[in-house]
């Protein structure tokens, strides 16, 4: 019966992987894989574990407490997604994003590269990769009427948005799962993983900055008089970014979980915005008629509206499809099985090079398979403790690792459906990119980890 889990495991996975190929959202077959997953278990009775972090061994519980139990791990992260979510379409109500225009002062190709990159690197942490990347490629449209040089500007965008959401608890769904499933802090995630992010877009950006295709100055379109759509979209973009900042230091204080603390920012940004557009506060209608318009006109109401459910229904569905293995034991299983094959590795995948190496295999498959998966089973497969340096390298690696493909990242996808890039386009002329900032980094991770840091 676990040859049929794993079989089923696989197709679904595969059907994820090839979702542009089978012009099927991701979505489907991942809810798909999750319930016959667990179909499968309730009906032919197999018995589901709990893995006992003090003895590092295997317990046996009820199939209804033990799927209880990761839906409600899972529920925190899509809860967290949510709120952020909500903060960043409120932002955008009020045009907030416009206020990053107001940065760019030059038509400097080379220069221009530099400060959207850096722009992508430092919004990606706070703001997420994803969005990060939407909100740059929109204004670059705006200042750049040439779309061949828009392609340079977009790849190198994707790098820096990744390295960005590496280092960050906010910046990347993989980081945030890692952080809140406990296995990263964020100070120390910080410490360990700035730095190699840095090295991570600072190279191909430097690199690119000296090709031809960067020389010279744009032409000016006279996009520079566009006009804010509201005059409040500066004070919600900093008041969005600030609260969303604000979320691991409430986590840090109370040791509350961090959708906590998320789901206080939100109402403090809806309360603003709410007073802002002179609206009253009703996020949902109650009595129509009044409370309709009202409603209707509400940012909080219009922000919701906007949000991306299909990324929610996809996690979802994944990580109950991991949590699945996880409950039969599978993946405690494999980690027990590469440490006996493999020395120095295993359970406890201690910093040696050979563990090295297969974090450095996990962050290069993140650029043929989604890292959410990839990350989700690496939480199951390896018992260590919390802040250990193997969690900082997984984080590094998934995040970035991604940027070596256009479909290895969400930031890569959106890009890809935004500016139509080829896949073989991004292939030719970023990839080699993306694998150098992604080897630079992980370089300087090695070294640091081993000669500063001590650890």
């Known amino acids: 019966m676990e040859t049929i889990i794993v079989i089923v495991f696989v197709l679904g996975y595969l059907a994820i992987t090839l979702e542009h190929n089978l012009k099927i959202d991701k979505l489907i077959p991942a809810l798909g894989m999750m319930s016959i997953l667990w179909a499968i278990i309730a009906l032919t009775g197999l018995p589901v574990f709990e893995v006992n972090m003090d003895l590092k061994e295997l317990e046996q519980g009820s199939m209804e407490g033990i799927l209880l139990h990761h839906l409600g791990k899972t529920a925190e992260i899509l809860v967290f997604l949510l709120g952020a979510m909500t903060i960043v379409e409120i932002i955008d109500y009020f045009d907030g994003f416009a206020t990053i225009k107001s940065f760019i002062k030059t038509k400097k190709k080379s220069k221009l590269l530099w400060i959207v990159s850096s722009l992508a690197f430092v919004l990606s942490a706070i703001i997420d990769n994803l969005t990060a990347t939407i909100v740059l490629i929109t204004i670059l449209q705006k200042l750049i009427k040439e779309r061949d040089l828009r392609l340079w500007f977009a790849g190198l965008i994707i790098i820096a948005a990744n390295a960005g959401g590496a280092w960050s608890p906010i910046g990347d769904v993989t980081t945030t799962m890692l952080w809140i499933a406990n296995k990263v802090t964020a100070s120390v995630l910080v410490e360990h993983v700035l730095i190699p992010s840095i090295f991570c877009f600072v190279v191909p950006t430097f690199i690119a900055s000296r090709m031809s295709v960067f020389k010279g100055s744009i032409e000016d379109d006279g996009s520079d008089n566009d006009m804010p759509k509201s005059k409040y979209g500066g004070i919600m973009f900093y008041l969005g970014l600030g609260a969303i900042i604000f979320v691991p230091i409430f986590k840090s204080v109370t040791h509350l979980p961090p959708y906590v603390g998320m789901m206080l920012s939100l109402a403090f940004v809806a309360a603003f915005a709410e007073i ?15 409370g309709e318009a009202a409603g209707h006109h509400s940012p909080v109401h219009s922000s919701l509206s906007k949000i991306e459910l299909p990324s929610i229904l996809f996690f979802l569905g994944i990580l109950l499809a991991v949590a699945a293995l996880e409950s039969l034991g599978m993946l405690f299983h494999f980690a027990e099985g590469l440490n006996a094959s493999v020395p120095g590795l295993g359970t406890e995948l201690h910093s040696t090079a050979v563990s090295d190496l297969v974090v450095l295999i996990l962050g290069v498959g993140s650029a043929v398979i989604d890292n959410v998966p990839l990350v989700a089973a690496s939480i199951g497969m390896f018992q260590i403790g919390l802040d250990e340096p193997a969690w900082h390298f997984i984080a590094y ?37 993306a694998m150098i900032g992604f080897l630079s980094g992980a370089v300087v991770f090695v070294l640091m980890r081993n000669f500063i840091l001590n650890v």
């Open 397 to 433: 690696s998934a995040g970035t690792g991604g940027s070596m493909l256009i479909i290895g990242s969400a930031a890569g996808v959106v890009a890809m459906g935004m500016e139509k890039i080829d896949f073989f386009w991004y292939f030719k002329k970023i990839s080699w990119l």
């Open 276 to 290: 802002y557009s002179s609206s009253k506060f009703n996020i949902t209608t109650i009595d129509g008629g009044e």
